[in-house]
Antibody
Framework: QVQLQESGPGLVKPSETLSLTCAVS?????????WGWIRQPPGKGLEWIGT???????YHNPSLKSRVTTSVDTSKNQFSLKLSSVTAADTAVYYC???????????WGQGTLVTVSS | QSALTQPASVSGSPGQSITISCTGT?????????VSWYQQHPGKAPKLMIY???NRPSGVSNRFSGSKSGNTASLTISGLQAEDEADYYC??????????FGTGTKVTVL
């Protein structure tokens, strides 16, 4: 069964860039499916951030588009998220997920809390 | 793209059935079969419970069922159990080629 694991700094300073990686096991990214990032501010709902296909095609939330960069490394079977110019509003649990056809996530990582604070 | 609308909370007694609604527009819920539902326990990642309106992934109890009418999708939990107490989110694909989540519903088992 596919498993996903997020990793990255838990604390980022305002105006800096948040960087996270999602390691995938039990499935080869290059075999297909889409791969995405979703976040959840403390006590709030879910927000889709962006999606990437193994070919490198990307789709990003328009509200974040100019700050989001996603990439995939099939040799390491992992994909990554960068969110620039962060503010306190970007404090959230960040999840990576496998997406069926880019239509909905079917498997999720456990999530990692990223706090933006000086 | 706005979040889909869900009731903030729904409650029921053990054994009862409850239904959670998820209201969107013709640009999302009403226009696609790609409506899904997620269960999230405190401190845990969301878990897929229903996909493509009414399909259950392997391992999900048949007490969970989904349906859709027009721009509103619904999740029904029958035979409510204590372990069903959690937050539930719907999701739908949209004409903008992205997917959006619902506002979330807290289910309380009385």
């Amino acid at each position: 069964q596919v498993q996903l694991q997020e990793s990255g700094p838990g604390l980022v300073k305002p105006s800096e860039t948040l960087s996270l990686t999602c390691a995938v096991s039990g499935y080869f990214i290059s075999s297909g499916y889409f791969w995405g990032w979703i976040r959840q501010p403390p006590g709030k709902g879910l927000e889709w951030i962006g999606t990437i296909y193994h070919s490198g095609s990307t789709y990003h939330n328009p509200s974040l588009k100019s700050r989001v960069t996603t990439s995939v490394d099939t040799s390491k079977n992992q994909f990554s998220l960068k969110l620039s110019s962060v503010t306190a509003a970007d404090t959230a649990v960040y999840y990576c997920a496998r997406e069926k056809g880019g239509y909905y996530p079917d498997f999720w990582g456990q999530g990692t809390l990223v706090t933006v604070s000086s | 793209q706005s979040a889909l609308t869900q009731p903030a909370s729904v409650s029921g007694s053990p054994g009862q059935s409850i239904t959670i609604s998820c209201t969107g527009t013709s640009s999302d819920v009403g226009g696609y079969k790609y409506v899904s539902w997620y269960q999230q326990h405190p401190g845990k990642a969301p878990k897929l419970m229903i996909y493509e309106v009414s399909n259950r992934p392997s391992g999900v109890s048949n007490r969970f069922s989904g349906s859709k009418s027009g721009n509103t999708a619904s999740l029904t939990i029958s035979g409510l159990q204590a372990e069903d107490e959690a937050d539930y989110y719907c999701s739908s694909y949209t004409t903008s080629s992205i997917y959006v989540f619902g506002t979330g519903t807290k289910v309380t088992v009385l």
